[in-house]
C-alpha cells in the first residue's frame, strides 16, 4: 500500500517536472529571463576635441541620468516632492509626468555626482539610474565657436562637434546583465561600441587665449557691436586662433544668445573696406598696369565715376602706387580698379577666394557677395576696387593676405589637423592651394603693405622686435535704409609678421566701434598686441633692430652670478623676488641718461640701430671677442668667462653683434648678439 | 547448544495478573539457550563484495561528480559577482582617471592662469625684449612649418600660371 502511495507521489513529481522541464520549459525560460537579465544601451564614448598641443578643449565624462518607472512608484505624489528640492525640479511638473506615463519617466537627466548621492540615499522604490555621457568644455569659453557644442543627447550642434559629427560621436554598444534578486549584477556579456574619433585641432590654446584677450579688450573698450580675430599660418593656411566676442559658454550653451554663437570668422558677411585693396592692387601688379613707384594723381581727393563722386577720407595730390596704399586712397585705388576693367578685376577676385566658400572644416560657412560682371553698374569696378559693393568673411580676407605673405600661393584654410582613434590616423588631404599672384607681385605687396605699417596708416601695428606688413580698413555698413550709415563702421587690419619672412596672418576684425571708428585706431592695437605675443610664444627670430628697445645696463656692474636675473625678469622688482632685480625695461627707464662714472656709446649705424644707447658702468676693461659665426652656447660662455652680461636675439649662428669685436669695454657690459635666424 | 533451567525468585508481592491469594502458585522456569555460532565461518563472497564496492565507488563518484558540480557553479556564481564588483571598479577607477583629466585640463586654462599669475605673484606680460632665448628653438616653433613651403610648392609642383 505504501509502495503504491509512493509511486503515485513519484509518478505525480515526475508529470510535474515534465509539465515544467518539457512543455512550459520556453516559456518559463522566457520569464525567468525577463526577470534575471537585461540588455542596455551603452552610450559610445564622444571622442576628445585636442588644439595641437594636445591640450584638451572637450572631453566626455560617464555621469548618471535618473529615471522612474511610475508604475513601481507607490506614491508618485510623494516621491515627486522628495524629489523636487533634490534636483531642483517642478513637483507638480514631475508629478504630472508620472502620471502621464507609465514603464518609463525621465526623472532628471546627466545629473551631478552630489544630485545623484541624494537620489540614491533616497532609497526610493521604482527609482533607477542610467549611466550616460556628458560633455564638457574645460577651457570655458575658449575657442567656443570653434569647437562648438552638444545637446541633451550628445549630437553636434555648432562648431567642429558639429561637422564632424560622424567621426566624433561612435557608434553604441550594448551589455547584457544578469541580476539576482537583490539586483546585484553576477553576469554581463558585452558587445562594446565603436568610441568616437579624437579630433585634433590646427588651433593653438596660447594663441587662441592672446588672441580673444586682446580682442575682448579692443571691443569693450570701444563699445562695439562684436570682433573677430583670425590667426593663420600663411604657409599651410593653417589657423592658429580663431577669437569671438561676444562669445558663450559651450558648458551652458543654452544660456547664451544666437549672436554669441555665431562664428563671425566663416558665418558673417561684411563689405571689407580699404583692406580689400590689396586685391585690386596685385592684381594691376600682376597684369603690369602699374609698379610701386608709379605716381598717381589722387585728385585732391575726388573723383567722379559713373555720375557718383567718391572721396578720399582726406584730399591727396600726386601720390606712388606705394602712397595710395600706405595712406589708403580710395581715389587711387578706384583708378587701378578701372584700368584693369571689370572682367579682369572679377576673375582676380575670384582667384582670391572670394565668392566661394573656403573649404574650411567649419559649418554655416558662407561664400560671402560678389555679383558677376554682367551685374555690375557704372560704378561698381570703382566701389569693388576700394573694397565696397562685395561682401566677405574674415576668412577669406585672412586667406587672401596668407597668399600675399607666402608668396602667392592660395592655400585651403585649415582648422583640423587630425582625427585618430588610438594608434588609428585618419588620413586627411594635405595643404593644398593654387598661385594667384606670381612670388615677384607677391614680394612688391609685401613691400607695399610693410610700407603701410613703416609710415601709413598701419603705424600702429608696428611691433617692437618685428617688421610687420599689413592694411588697415575703416568701412560704412548699410542701415536700415539700404544706404550706407553715417554713424556705423567696421574697422579692420590685416597684416603679417615678420614682413619678410611672414611666420603668422592676423586679422582683426570690429564691429559697430563707438567713438574712434578707424581700423587705425581701433584694430590695429590689437593686431601689434596679438602678434607680438605670439611671435614671441613661437620663438620667432626679431629682425627688425630699428625698433628694438634701448639695451641698457645699469652701473655698478654686477656679478656675472647675478646677470641670470635678466633672464627671469618677467616680474615687477617690487615684488622683492629672488632673480627678479632688474628687467632689460626697467633698466632701459632709469638709465636712459648718462649715468654717474657711465659712458655713452651709440650703436652703430651699420647695424642698423638707431638712436640706441648703451650705457657702461665702470670696471676692468675687456676685450669683446669676434663673435661671427658662433654658436649661442659659446658666446653664452665666452661671455660668462669675460664677465660679459649677453643679450641673444634669434637662433643659428652669431651675424652681427654689439659693441663690434676687439673693443674695450668694462666688464659687466651688456653685449648684443644677433643670430641668423 | 545447552539449555538450562533455572528458578526464578520468589517474589513478596503479588504480581499484578498473578494468581489470587489463596491460589496454589507454580514456579516458573525460563530457559535460555546458548547458541555458539563460533565455530561458523561465513564464506567470503567475492563478487558480491566487488559489486558492492563498485557501487559505493561509483556512489561516492558521482556524489563527487555532483559535488563538484555545484562547487563549480556556485564558485562560477561567485566569482560572477566578483568580476562584475571588479568591472564596476575598474569603471569607476577610469572614470575617476577621465575626472582628473579633466581636473587638469581646467586647471591649465590660460585664462585661469593668467588671472593667478597677474593677481596672485602680481607677474606682468613679458615685453618682446625680456624674452632671451638661448639654442634651439623651443618645440613651438613647429607649429611654423617652413615658410618655404610656398616657394617648393612652385618649384616642385611646376608654377601654375595664374588664373585670372
Known sequence: MVGVICLLWFGCIAARLYYFQVIKYVDLLGRAQRQQQRTIEVAPQRGAIYDRQMNPLAMSLSVESVYAVPSELTEPKMVATLFAPVLGLDANDLFGRFQGLRSFCWVKRKVTTEEAARVRNLNLKGIYFQHETKRFYPKGDLAAQAVGYVGLDDQGLGGIEYALDDEIKGKPGRVLLASDARHRTFHSSEWPGIPGKNVVLTLDEKIQYVAEKALSEAVANSHAASGVAIVQNPSTGEILALANEPTFD???FSASSAAARLDRAVGWVYEPGSTFKLVSMSAALEEDLTNPQEVINCQNGSIVVAGHTIRDHRPFGDLSVTEVMAKSSDVGAIKLGLRLGEDRQYRYIRSFGFGAKTGVELPGEERGLLKPPSRWSGISAGEISMGQEVGVTPLQMVTAFSAVANGG????????????????????????????????????MRQI?????????GKPAQLTGYTSAGKTGTAQKIDGSGTYSKSHYVASFIGFAPATRPAVTILVVIDSPVGAYYGTDVAAPVFRSIAEQTLGYLTVPQDNPSRWPQVVTSPPARAPSQKRGDFTGFLPSDRGLPGAATSPVQSASYSKGVSPGGLALDRPPEGGVASSIVVLGDGPLVTVPDFSGWAARRVAEECERLGLDLNVTGTG???????????????GTRVWVRMAR | MATAAVTLPRTRRRPR?????????????NFVKHIDNSRLVREV????????FSLLGLGVLVFLFVLLFAWQHFQCVRDGYQVEQLKTERAALEEWNHQLRLEQASLADPQRIDTLARTRLGMVSPSPQQVIRMGEPEPAAAILESPELARNFSAGGGETPHEP
Open chain 1, 250 to 252: 559651450p558648458n551652458v
Open chain 1, 409 to 444: 600661393i592660395l592655400f585651403e584654410p585649415r582648422i583640423v589637423h587630425d582625427i585618430f582613434l588610438g594608434a588609428q590616423h585618419l588620413a586627411l588631404p594635405p595643404a593644398s592651394g593654387r598661385r594667384v599672384i606670381s612670388e615677384h607681385t607677391a614680394e612688391m
Open chain 1, 449 to 457: 603693405l610693410a610700407a603701410v605699417v613703416d609710415y601709413g596708416t
Open chain 1, 653 to 667: 649662428l652669431a651675424v652681427e653683434q654689439n659693441p663690434v669685436a676687439d673693443m674695450k669695454v668694462p666688464s
Open chain 2, 17 to 29: 495478573n498473578g494468581p489470587a491469594a489463596g491460589r496454589a502458585s507454580f514456579p516458573e522456569f
Open chain 2, 45 to 52: 563472497d567475492v563478487e558480491r563484495r566487488r559489486e558492492c
